[in-house]
């Protein structure tokens, strides 16, 4: 795992104190604990310095004291380590102490960001596969937990000495949540005669930020706020005589008053410091106000430029080795894994306090451009035309759109008439503006920028020069860089005329205001101190807020003091930068904000998916590729800004080719393709050693002949190189456009395949023939130049038919006739004399047909609903005397045919039962007179019954109808004799009558 730098960053943070409590660092186990801390970095199991392993299943809950909040940061500003997970590996994050209470789970790049928990524990689950991804893919994560305080803290400044115990001077408080107030706490005013100190530093080592809602602090009182541990760090400012409420601070307008958000920079004079406020109030004796209210909390991350690096906004990529490379050349053998970190610029949206920062002397335009614009000031001691800003400049929390130019080296954010006087005197005034804490205040232009301000003359010809064009301003750079440059060259010293042909007394320095940063840059050519008018050493290098209680001067670039009895030697300090190229200076007044920004990385379009939304992206990539990093972000005035950068993955072009040699061919003609390449890149001379060539044919040489047949084809070929990069060409190859001849069946299209049963004959004929010339021919049979054939093949057989033109192309088809045995019928009856009884006369047929696929029966039974049957092996119920013809017709799959036909017989036996007598006397038992049989034809069925007079009193025309006693008019008859008469036939139509008497009883 590559963990660069860490342990010199964990080194300077306990160095310059930035972590306040006890710091315990953490890797997380391999098994299933916990553990308690306050403050440290938290690593995966790998650990600082290694990869996390494989299999791994494993809990782990972290906690910090009770009353606070868990936050873990796993993109935190000093972590240079992405999170970065191999394929399949898991991390899980739940709220607590169990696995209840899911925050997330997280894969590959996903880094979790900040994480902070409900209450005081986070519980972090991790399974790994057996697999190792490798590229860096398990490298794990760095991250940075830490606590905040639920409730906040209460912290009054304190009088030096009143604390119990040990006294601390100042006192020191370390917190990120807490109430600020004077003296006098929440409720009470502070008192007269105070000297009262507090300093705020961070319990988790990050930045103080202090945010006022309240101040109210009499004349002659003051608050001194320092950017650092003690009253030797930068001071901010001193406020005093303010009465403020949070209305007033939301607006903008604190006047006197500290700005209403105040954080610590972590910076003195360009070098790294401790990350912290103090705060000293001073009362007198007269009066005392209600002091103020502010809230304390903590900011992650501060703007901050390295001394070389540009005052634009911008982003830039750097590699795992902090390198910042434009280009990455990759190949495909080895995927490599980048891991990419964004350094960025861009300064947030507070003005209200500036670091003041040495950088190199190189001023972004010449100090004589000629895209400079001449201001034409010609006279001394006066404010040039004001000038309209090219975008909105914020200056002490304040928004501007022009500035005045002064002659004597500075520029005003006020507005001043043109040729208005330039009040220039420090004579009167026995106090140094680089001792700025003793009243009276520095006697300068407040709201000002200051670039050398001193006593000038631009009023003075100098050689070569046109008179007034040695001060000029111009508007130079693009979106979101514009620059305002404000530009002295060459302008001499007041009261050193007489050395008019001197370049000695002629300083030239350069002011520049950056668009998207408000960072505010001075560059020093030359800077000569002084003439007996110019006393002892005036001239200023800073900047001074509108109400002056806000002054930064560059240390010893301020007024110089008299010494002893004021009439000593001048002091000035000289920058002899034409006699010498390194006295050269230069000074950058970076504002003091936390970075607040969007970030997002694409992969080659920002309109796409981001790739990541944190600091750090893990890229690979085995084309050439685009990779940006996108900073969105608003400016102090409200403006929208976007930057970008982008890294190249460059694959080394490579272009491949098929040469043909002939891409228009007769059906099932031959050609020939051949991969081609043109020469390798003077950078990359061995690109094409050792190709490898894999045609879409299979074949694996670089030239290969084809005949695609009929119908056009295109051919692939995938080349690939040494580094196991691939690249694919295509090559189409077009069949001459030829009518293909096509053989029907009796001038119907059958496609290719017919079949047909063996002793078939069958025509086959040339369709679709309509090329002049064409010459036919049937190569099977050995026919040619006719338009049919007649054919009986006794086995399947393959029929060509060939059409050639003039040019010698020919066009085929074929047609396969598939030849069929024919199938054999055959079966038996069982039983083939059939005898039937209650009905019943079934006969079942036996199938001993041969290679057939179908069957169909017909069971010559004229008397019943069932003709016929496509069963295998049928049942037939015959209920009728007589012989009958049976037939079976057997298919195959070619709907060739066989019959076959056998008889059988039927028989019925006949008879018919009539009672003698029956009692319908209601007792159940021989109720009905019914005569019964077998054999007889129910259709043919007549039964009359008479009584003894010769009288008809029942009769019916059913077999299955009986005579209940009743005569036809219903009425019972009377005990005795009957006659009856049954006429009917047999099943095989022979008629029986049949007379008689019954008995009936009651």
């Not at 950017?227 to 903008?252: M, P, Q, V």
């Not at 759109?401 to 220039?424: E, K, L, Q, R, W």
């Not at 190229?581 to 981001?610: C, K």
């Not at 190189?721 to 190859?733: H, N």
Request: hydrophobic letters at 35%; charged letters at 15%.
């Amino acid at each position: 795992m590559n963990r660069i730098k860490i342990t010199l960053i964990i080194t300077i943070t306990l160095l310059l104190g930035l972590v306040a409590g006890a710091q315990t660092n953490i890797t997380m186990p391999s098994t299933s604990s916990s553990q308690n801390g306050d403050m440290g970095w938290f690593w995966d199991p790998g650990g600082p310095s290694a990869n996390y392993g494989t299999n791994l299943n494993c809990t782990f809950t972290l906690c910090v004291p009770s009353g606070t909040t868990l936050i873990v940061n796993f993109s935190h500003e000093s972590s240079i380590t992405p999170f970065t997970l191999g394929t399949g590996d898991t991390l899980w994050i739940y709220d607590g102490t169990g696995t209840s209470n899911l925050i997330g789970s997280y894969v590959d790049q996903t880094s979790p960001g900040i994480i902070e928990s409900s209450g005081n524990c986070l519980t972090f689950v991790m399974h790994t596969n057996d697999v190792v991804t490798g590229n860096g893919r398990e490298a794990g994560w760095m991250a940075w937990y830490q606590y905040r305080r639920i409730n906040p803290d209460t912290v009054r400044l304190g009088l030096v000495g009143q604390y119990s115990g040990t006294p601390i001077s100042p006192l020191d408080k370390t917190s990120c949540n807490a109430w600020f107030f004077d003296s006098g706490g929440p409720s009470g005013n502070y008192g007269n005669n105070q000297d009262c100190y507090v300093r705020f530093r961070s319990d988790v080592g990050s930045y103080v930020h202090v945010e006022f809602s309240e101040f109210n602090v009499s004349a002659g009182d003051t608050l001194f706020i320092y950017d650092g541990i003690n009253a030797n760090a930068r001071l901010i400012g001193k406020f005093t005589d303010a009465n403020i409420n949070s209305a007033a601070y939301a607006a903008g307008n604190w006047g006197k008053a500290p700005p209403k958000d105040i954080f610590s920079s972590g910076y003195d004079n360009g070098v790294p410091s401790i990350r912290a406020l103090t705060f000293h109030f001073k009362s007198n004796s007269t009066g005392a106000g209600t002091g103020w209210k502010a809230k304390v909390t903590c900011a992650d991350e501060i703007f901050h430029l390295d001394a070389s690096a540009s005052a634009c906004p911008s982003v830039v990529i750097l590699d795992e080795n902090l390198l910042n490379s434009d280009t990455i050349r990759v190949d495909c053998q080895n995927t490599q894994l980048y891991h990419f970190e964004a350094e960025i610029s861009v300064t947030g949206k507070y003005t209200n306090d500036y670091t003041i920062n040495p950088i190199p002397y190189n001023p972004p335009y010449d100090l004589y451009d000629q895209n400079l614009t001449p201001l034409g000031m010609s006279v001394d001691d006066n404010w040039g035309p004001p000038t309209t800003l090219p975008f909105t400049f914020d200056f002490f929390g304040k928004h501007y759109t022009n500035a005045s130019p002064g002659a004597n080296g500075c520029i005003s954010m006020d507005i001043y008439p043109n040729g208005h006087h330039f009040a220039y005197a420090y004579s009167s005034y026995y106090q140094a503006c680089n001792n700025y804490y003793t009243p009276p205040d520095c006697p300068v232009p407040k709201n000002s920028i200051y670039c050398g301000m001193e006593d000038l003359d631009p009023s003075v010809t100098i050689p070569g020069i046109p008179r007034g064009n040695n001060i000029r301003f111009g508007v130079l750079g693009e979106y979101p860089c514009r620059t305002f440059v404000f530009s002295f060259w060459q302008v001499q010293l007041f009261g050193t005329s007489i050395y008019q042909n001197s370049t000695e007394f002629r300083n030239s320095y350069q002011m520049v205001m950056y668009e998207g940063t408000n960072i505010i840059e001075v560059h020093v050519r030359h800077r000569k101190c002084c003439a007996s008018t110019n006393h002892n050493g005036e001239g200023i290098i800073g900047l001074q807020n509108s109400t002056g209680s806000q002054l930064l001067i560059v240390p010893g670039r301020g007024i110089t003091p008299y010494g002893p009895g004021g009439t000593d030697a001048l002091h000035g300090w000289n920058v002899l930068g034409e006699t010498n190229e390194s006295a050269r200076e230069a000074w950058r007044f970076v504002p003091v904000a936390p970075m607040e920004y969007e970030i997002a990385w694409f992969r080659n379009d920002t309109n796409s998916q981001p790739i990541s939304t944190v600091k750090y992206a893990n890229v690979a990539a085995d084309v050439t590729t685009n990779f940006i990093c996108r900073i969105k972000y608003d400016g102090s005035n409200g403006a929208h800004y976007t930057v970008m950068d982008t890294v190249v993955f460059y694959l080394p072009p490579r272009e491949i080719a098929i040469e043909v040699e002939d891409s228009l061919i007769c059906p099932n003609a031959s050609t020939q393709l051949t991969v081609t390449h043109p020469a390798a890149p003077a950078a990359y001379p061995q690109l094409y050693d050792n190709m490898h060539y894999l045609w879409s044919t299979g074949d694996t040489t670089q030239t290969i002949t084809v005949t695609p047949g009929i119908t056009d084809q295109t051919y692939s070929c995938t080349v690939t190189f040494a580094d196991y990069c691939t690249r694919t060409a295509e090559q189409a190859i077009h069949i001459k456009a030829l009518i293909k001849p096509q053989i029907m069946l009796n001038h119907e299209d059958v496609g290719d395949w017919i079949s047909i049963c063996l002793g078939t004959e069958v025509i086959l004929t040339a369709d679709s023939i309509n090329m002049d010339s064409t010459i036919l021919n049937w190569p099977t049979v050995g026919q040619g130049n006719v338009p049919s054939i007649l054919v009986k093949p006794s086995q399947t057989k393959q029929y060509v038919l060939e059409a050639t033109d003039m040019e010698g192309c020919t066009v085929r088809d074929t047609l396969t006739v598939e030849v069929t045995p024919p199938p054999i019928a055959a079966f038996i009856p069982t039983p083939d004399h059939v005898y039937v009884e209650n009905g019943q006369g079934i006969v079942h047929f036996n199938n001993l047909s041969q290679n057939a696929s179908s069957y169909y029966w017909l069971f010559g039974d004229k008397y019943s609903s069932e003709t016929g049957s496509a069963d295998f092996e049928p049942d037939h119920n015959y209920t009728r005397p007589g012989r009958y013809t049976i037939w079976l017709t057997a298919t195959d799959s070619s709907d060739c045919r066989d019959s076959i036909w056998q008889t059988i017989t039927v028989e019925v036996p006949y008879f018919l039962y009539v009672p003698a007598a029956f009692s319908p006397d209601g007792d159940g038992i021989n109720e009905e007179f019914k005569p019964s049989g077998y054999g007889m034809d129910e259709t043919v069925y007549e039964m009359l019954i008479y009584n003894r007079w010769g009288n008809l009193i029942y009769r019916t025309g059913s077999p299955y109808d009986s005579w209940d006693g009743h005569d036809r008019k219903g009425n019972e008859c009377p005990t005795g004799e009957y006659i009856y008469i049954i006429k009917t036939q047999t099943l095989d139509l022979v008629p029986k009558e049949y007379k008689g008497a019954v008995l009936l009883m009651r």
